[in-house]
C-alpha cells in the first residue's frame, strides 16, 4: 500500500472506527477479518487497520508485519506499533549488515495533515 492511495475519505471512515481510551491507545472498532484483524476495504482491497496507522502516520511502508507493543491486542495507535520486518533498519534508514532490504527505500513520509496523531482530547 502506498499512502498516496489513500483520500480524504478512506482516512475520515479510518478514524471514524478508532476509540481512544485512558492509556493512550487507539482500540480498532470498525470492521474484522474472520481471524480478528481489523481493517478496511481501501479502493476496493482489504488494508489491514495498523498497516493504515503506520502508514498515516508518516512511517512508511512496512518492511514486515505490523505488531502492536503495548498490552491491549486491538491497539493501532501508530507509536505503540512496529514493524517486525525492521529490526535490522537503524533511525537513518540504512540497512545494517549482509541483510538488504529488497528495492530502495524511501525516506519516511510526511503524516497526513487530517491525522490527529498527537492530540490529546
Ligand atoms: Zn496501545
Known sequence: MQSGELCKDDI???IA???KNNMGCWLWT????TAG???LSVKGKYQ???QISW???GKGIPIGRIEV???TSRCIHPDH???SGAKDVDTSGKVKGRKQAKGKRDKPEKPYPDFPLHEHA
Open 69 to 71: 507493543t503495548c498490552q
Open 81 to 83: 506499533l512496529k514493524d
Open 12 to 14: 475520515d471512515r479510518f
Open 17 to 19: 472506527n478508532i476509540d
Open 30 to 33: 470498525g470492521p474484522k477479518t
Open 48 to 50: 489491514y487497520a495498523n
Open 55 to 57: 502508514v498515516v502516520a
Open 37 to 39: 484483524r481489523g481493517g
